[in-house]
């Protein structure tokens, strides 16, 4: 079967990144398509992030897109660092006027969906498979999969092709040979819990230990994110329930801190810290988004942010491109995106130091590690940068 979608876009994946691309295009006019591995219950449940840059709720607002989310988001102007017993709390909301949204991304892509598919019209296929992209550098390019209902192929003929299938999708492999892959491994892994239980803290908690960092991010009022430094190839199945939880414990014990609120752990996974960047971020036709074209390892919780913002970049010049015959903010796409890229990715080395050295053995490395931070509290003109940083204020883009 052959779809012939003139002025149009094929977008591979609903993610934050493709949800938020088809949502511009079809508040533009323009035909497209999503194409989605997974049923529709499988992405509007799935666990992920949790914070939003203000920057993004902002983007998102003035595309329409953040009705549920400026309602139901928990601001947040504080982090707390907890090391050595003491508790740091780093005000970036005084320093710079603009705080962090908590919202968790099952919610965001549920609103996603529902706007792009029940609001603005978009058609989406869920369960598709064995998606093959052809011609993506002439001006015919072709994308075919196969139906989960039929079980036949299907070709769509289109325009353009959006690539926002994640860090495990295919159309990274549609770039040719020549495109390049910068890779950087942290060498750690993070077990990544979530909690059935309310956040015991009112901002996200970073514990610098010598047995590992510890994390705490809150998911929502009966839902806690944690972090657990462990090793890259631990198993999941060696962290009990006991163990989670002493060493949270511990980890995050400080002063003047009540002990951790501790219920079930509805999730338990070990995630390597790694990063990748793919350059450039666009091929004829072809134009990837979000993970799809970097990994960013959760250190700094940048890569929802990173993945919307080049939605934002995507979605406009398509429509720049197909509404009005505008090239150039297609053209510009691949090097303002992997502006802001490098930054974040800077920024997530930066903190990889600071939250790994106590736990590096390496006395040294511990030591500039508390350095670093110690410096946040010391110094107005570091403090401004960090702060710039972890809200995304001064990044290309
Ligand atoms: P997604 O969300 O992975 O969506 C890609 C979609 O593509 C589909 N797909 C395919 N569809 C068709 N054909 C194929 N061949 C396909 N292959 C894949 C998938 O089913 C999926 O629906 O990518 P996107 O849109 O680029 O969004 C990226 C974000 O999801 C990701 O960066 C964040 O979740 C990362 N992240 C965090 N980011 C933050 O900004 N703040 C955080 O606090 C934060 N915490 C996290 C995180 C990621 C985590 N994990 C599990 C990796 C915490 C965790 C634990």
Known sequence: MISTMTGSVVIIGAGPAGLTVGN??????????????????????????????????????????AADLLRHAVRQTTCEFRVEGERLRFDFGELTGQHHWVYPQPRLVTDLVAEYADVRGGEIVFGVADVELTGTDTA?????????????????????????????????????????????????????????????????????????????????????????????????????????????????????????AEGRLIEKRVLPMRNFVVRPMAYGRLFLAGDAAHLTAPIAAKGMNLALHDAFALGDA??????????????DYSARCLRRVWD????????????????????????????????????????AAFAEQYLGITAGG
């Open 140 to 260: 015919d390019p072709q994308v075919s999969y196969t139906d989960a209902e039929t079980g036949r192929r299907r070709l769509l003929r289109c325009d353009f092709v959006a690539g926002c299938d994640g860090a495990q999708g295919v159309t990274r492999h549609a770039l040719p040979s020549r495109a390049g892959i910068a890779r950087h491994d942290y060498g750690v892994g993070w077990l990544a819990l979530l909690a059935e239980v309310p956040p015991s803290n009112d901002c996200a908690v970073f514990g610098l230990h010598p047995s590992g960092f510890a994390g705490h991010m809150a998911r929502s009022a009966t839902m806690t994110r944690y972090y657990l430094e462990c090793l890259p190839d631990d198993d999941p199945a060696d962290w009990s329930h006991r163990r989670v939880w002493a060493e949270l414990q511990q980890r995050l014990a400080a002063q003047g801190a009540a002990p951790l």
């Open 344 to 383: 974040y990715q800077e920024f997530s080395g930066w903190l990889s130091e600071v939250f790994h050295g106590p736990s590096s053995g390496d006395s040294h490395h511990a030591g500039t590690a508390l350095s670093r931070l110690r410096r946040l509290f010391s110094s107005p003109t570091a403090a």
């Open 318 to 331: 398509l429509v720049g491109r197909l509404a009005g015959g505008d090239e150039s903010a297609l053209a």
């Open 24 to 65: 511009i295009l079809r508040a533009a006019g323009i035909d497209c398509v999503i194409l989605e591995a997974g049923s529709r219950a499988f992405i509007e449940q799935r666990p992920r992030a949790g914070v939003l840059e203000e920057c993004v709720v902002r983007g998102l607002e003035r595309r329409g897109l």
